[in-house]
């Protein structure tokens, strides 16, 4: 059994900073991949970045300069400093463990970005 927590949601104004943590508890060999996604109401649920094992990094377009994934590989837990927040950046983030073949997610954490 695997299990994700997430944690750092909030509600920050317009131009804030928010660091998001997923630390990977339970029976796991190896990590592929982490990642966060996102989804606003009314929307599908989005990549926002992805770090695979080897540091190799990939972000959407919109948090690009702004947004940074990293990794601690001995924690099994994942990262996400989010830098200049948006108020369209408002969502919940879920964190994505791959160890092929599984695949997991995390609860998902509120982040609300409003004045």
């Known amino acids: 059994q695997v299990q994700l927590v997430e944690s750092g949601g909030g509600l920050v104004q317009p131009g804030g900073s928010l660091r998001l943590s997923c630390a990977a508890s339970g029976n796991i060999v190896s990590i592929n991949v982490m990642g966060w996604y996102r989804q606003a109401p009314g929307k599908q649920r989005e990549l926002v970045a992805t770090i695979a094992s080897g540091s190799f990094t990939n972000y959407a377009d919109s948090v690009k300069g702004r947004f940074t994934i990293s990794r601690d590989n001995r924690k099994n837990t994942v990262y996400l400093q989010m830098n200049s927040l948006k108020p369209e950046d408002t969502a919940i983030y879920y964190c994505?463990?791959?160890?092929?073949?599984?695949?997991?997610w995390g609860q998902g954490t509120q982040v609300t970005v409003s004045s």
């Open positions: 994505r463990i791959q160890s092929f073949p599984m695949d997991y």
